[in-house]
T-cell receptor
């Protein structure tokens, strides 16, 4: 079946602009995660959605970052007033489990802030 | 919070040799340890995982071992092939403390023919 998809694949923006990144999880997966991968680094957790529960936002680095998930499916990560240090690959993952196990990743969005 | 250390950062082996990547974690409450393979420009792919109630798990040429006492786990790849070349990430999840994975910084594995 179809895997996790993300759009756009690449995004170049100017410092100070807002950006929106989209994630389409695997159909039927109730859990959805956003991670950030900076050059040469591991993956850094940003936010987690599970069903209709309140999201776990504990990994968001600043209040410029927000995310929502509509209808328990598609999710959008928004970064306001982008800074150069926001440049990274933003990865979305979904899971059929509530335990955090078996997370399947999308291809990511490479964000470059000039 | 949980801290995952991964070694080595780079590893070069000849085709047919074995490769071992090691990770340590800090929180004894961690109970799930997946390994991901990420080829250049592609998404991380889950290749094997192990839960804390198991000491070893094997899937064809790859295996993972877990030592809960020492708080470390390792990925073993036998009979390596050039297509095994990639960055490998270990991760750990803490039970009853959110659902996010804490990742190591990755190991770049190069298998030379």
């Amino acid at each position: 079946g179809a895997g996790v998809s993300q759009s756009p694949s690449n995004k170049v923006t100017e410092k100070g602009k807002d950006v929106e990144l989209r994630c389409d999880p695997i159909s039927g997966h109730t859990a959805l995660y956003w991670y950030r991968q900076s050059l040469g680094q591991g993956l850094e957790f940003l936010i987690y959605f599970q069903g209709n529960s309140a999201p776990d936002k504990s990994g968001l680095p600043s209040d410029r970052f927000s995310a929502e998930r509509t209808g328990g499916s598609v999710s959008t990560l928004t970064i306001q007033r982008t800074q150069q240090e926001d440049s990274a690959v933003y990865l979305c993952a979904s899971s059929p489990r509530t335990s955090g196990e078996e997370q399947f990743f999308g291809p990511g969005t490479r964000l470059t802030v000039l | 919070g949980e801290n995952v250390e991964q070694h080595p950062s780079t590893l070069s082996v000849q085709e047919g040799d074995s490769a071992v990547i090691k990770c340590t974690y800090s929180d004894s409450a961690s109970n799930y340890f997946p390994w991901y393979k990420q080829e250049l420009g592609k998404r991380p792919q889950l290749i094997i995982d192990i839960r804390s109630n198991v000491g070893e798990k094997k899937d064809q040429r790859i295996a993972v071992t877990l030592n809960k006492t020492a708080k470390h786990f390792s990925l073993h790849i036998t009979e390596t092939q050039p297509e095994d070349s990639a960055v490998y990430f270990c991760a750990a999840k803490i039970s009853n403390s959110g659902y996010a994975l804490n990742f190591g910084k990755g190991t770049s594995l190069l298998v030379t023919p």
